[in-house]
């Protein structure tokens, strides 16, 4: 059984650029959630995403949008990045009607 | 989602049991209390879940106040692997598997 996994470790860009992250939920799961975790604070969810339809989000402008794909892996693109952006990014996936998630290593997003 | 409170640090000897508390005076009685912790540079992982029972785990206990106000995770024999940033959640009972609410959680060093 594969963990969750998350491309790439580390990211910079600068302000105004577009980014898209990626991840791979593990093995039969079928929901993937998005965190961003802003140095010294616990992760705040973004949004997840269940066959393929955004389920929930939170309080994040429009500019955080995402997929899911038929397999089950995600992508968070971010447009027009700003300084506050930068943050620790961060994946789970799980099983809908379950209750645990599964979290990646996160990717280390640096907006200059 | 109702509101956690933890002590922002602690510190337990290695061996030692180390006990977490989390209050949660606003909890109703269609939520959960979670236990996630993060070890640095890696993404949270899940420790045990309950409702109004204690719970066991290969992991750790968790024991609920008779009143669910307040909870403590019980780590018994605190190893310096078991640092890390220990979050205390509520979650409602059913719903989608989305959402996990986080604070700053409680920082737990174990000392040699």
Redesign the interface.
Known sequence: ETG?TQSPTHLIKTRGQQVTLRCSSQSGHN?V?W?QQAL??????IF?Y?REEE??R?NFPPRFSGLQFPNYSSELNVNALELDDSALY?C?S?????????????TRLTVT | DAKTTQPPSMDCAEGRAANLPCNHSTISGNE?V?WYRQIH??????II?GLKNNETNEMASLIITEDRKSSTLILPHATLRDTA?Y?CIV?PIGG??????????TLLTVNP
């Open positions: 969750v929901t959630s965190y010294g604070q616990g992760p705040q969810f997840q269940y389920n929930g939170g961060l789970a799980g099983l809908a009607g379950t209750y645990e998630q599964y979290f990646g290593p996160g | 959960y979670y540079s890696q993404g949270p992982q899940y879940h940033v979050y979650r989608s598997n989305y959402k996990l609410t986080f604070g700053k959680g």
